[in-house]
């Protein structure tokens, strides 16, 4: 069975409701506390990243299976300026703004599959998956 | 959005228990509020209870950090107490260490923590006194 709903990402409260579904949606897939507490930190960051440096836009919640497993997927779209160099960005420690530099390359090591696809000028969409 | 976190005082100690899933915001102004008020009270010790957080992501963890500096700077010791389990681990695998903050497992630790390490800051000061009296004495 699929569940799916999306979020706006528009203001830095978005970001406490995206947490707390992304805790609901991993309640239900009962997932164990740490990967429940992985995914939904891995959710912040990028979706932080995506209100400060893309200007918003929307998350997609979606309690699902992956190879019979129950599974979280989520997916995080911006409309900003794109990343130009991914490869950089995903570098621990580099920054374009005044963060730790840890909020791409951290969510990745969170979650059980991460997609990261950009156009400059186009936004940016993370995919992210955690599963039993 | 107007809610604030408390903060405590009791004695020389000031006592934060942050009880909710804390926006961006609402972390830097517990920070600014808190440097306030360990100028304003001339606090020596503060605690912060996060036995109530379910995450710590990079944001939080960095004004925990802050807030650390600030408070040290400001000569007011620091620490964090009640980290879940769950979240210590995925802090690590995030990359965040929190260095330079110090920890106890809960709030009776903590305190125990900073009763030590405040009076022993006042003795050394205290000894530091004593010399330069010494010295005040010989010196002439």
Same mark, same amino acid.
Request: net charge negative.
């Given at each position: 069975?699929?569940?799916?709903?999306?979020? !706006?990402?528009?203001?830095?409260?978005?970001?406490?409701?995206?947490?707390?579904?992304?805790?609901?949606?991993?309640?239900?897939?009962?997932?164990?506390?740490?990967?429940?507490?992985?995914?939904?930190?891995?959710?912040?960051?990028?979706?932080?990243?995506?209100?400060?440096?893309?200007?918003?836009?929307?998350?997609?919640?979606?309690?699902?299976?992956?190879?019979?497993?129950?599974?979280?997927?989520?997916?995080?779209?911006?409309?900003?300026?794109?990343?130009?160099?991914?490869?950089?960005?995903?570098?621990?420690?580099?920054?374009?703004?005044?963060?730790?530099?840890?909020?791409?390359?951290?969510?990745?090591?969170?979650?059980?599959?991460?997609?990261?696809?950009?156009? !400059?000028?186009?936004?940016?969409?993370?995919?992210?998956?955690?599963?039993? | 959005?107007?809610?604030?976190?408390?903060?405590?005082?009791?004695?020389?100690?000031?006592? %934060?228990?942050?009880?909710?899933?804390?926006?961006?915001?609402?972390?830097?102004?517990?920070?600014?509020?808190?440097?306030?008020? %360990?100028?304003?009270?001339?606090?020596?010790?503060?605690?912060?209870?996060?036995?109530?957080?379910? /995450?710590?992501?990079?944001?939080?963890?960095?004004?925990?950090?802050? %807030?650390?500096?600030?408070?040290?700077?400001?000569?007011?010791?620091? /620490?964090?107490?009640?980290?879940?389990?769950?979240?210590?681990?995925?802090?690590?695998?995030?990359?965040?260490?929190?260095?330079? /903050?110090?920890?106890?497992?809960?709030?009776?630790?903590?305190?125990?923590?900073?009763?030590?390490?405040?009076?022993?800051?006042?003795?050394?000061?205290?000894?530091?006194?004593?010399?330069?009296?010494?010295?005040?004495?010989?010196?002439?």
């Amino acid at each position: 069975m699929t569940t799916t709903e999306t979020l !706006p990402l528009k203001q830095e409260t978005d970001i406490v409701t995206i947490r707390q579904r992304v805790r609901k949606a991993a309640e239900d897939a009962r997932l164990g506390l740490v990967s429940q507490t992985k995914i939904v930190t891995a959710a912040s960051e990028i979706a932080r990243n995506g209100l400060i440096y893309g200007g918003g836009g929307q998350c997609l919640i979606e309690r699902t299976q992956r190879e019979g497993r129950a599974a979280v997927r989520l997916v995080i779209i911006d409309h900003g300026p794109g990343i130009a160099n991914l490869e950089q960005a995903m570098t621990d420690g580099y920054t374009s703004g005044n963060g730790l530099g840890l909020g791409l390359s951290g969510a990745r090591r969170l979650v059980d599959a991460f997609e990261i696809a950009s156009q !400059p000028g186009q936004g940016t969409s993370v995919e992210m998956w955690k599963w039993k | 959005m107007t809610a604030k976190i408390p903060i405590l005082k009791m004695g020389d100690y000031l006592l %934060i228990s942050i009880q909710v899933d804390m926006h961006d915001q609402l972390a830097l102004d517990l920070q600014e509020d808190l440097t306030e008020q %360990i100028v304003r009270h001339s606090a020596k010790g503060v605690l912060i209870d996060i036995s109530a957080l379910e /995450i710590v992501d990079s944001f939080i963890g960095r004004t925990l950090s802050h %807030i650390a500096s600030v408070a040290r700077i400001l000569d007011a010791k620091v /620490i964090v107490v009640g980290m879940q389990p769950a979240v210590a681990i995925t802090l690590v695998e995030l990359g965040l260490s929190l260095d330079g /903050i110090a920890t106890a497992l809960n709030v009776e630790k903590g305190m125990a923590w900073l009763q030590r390490n405040v009076n022993e800051g006042l003795r050394v000061e205290a000894e530091r006194d004593d010399d330069r009296d010494a010295a005040a004495e010989t010196g002439d």
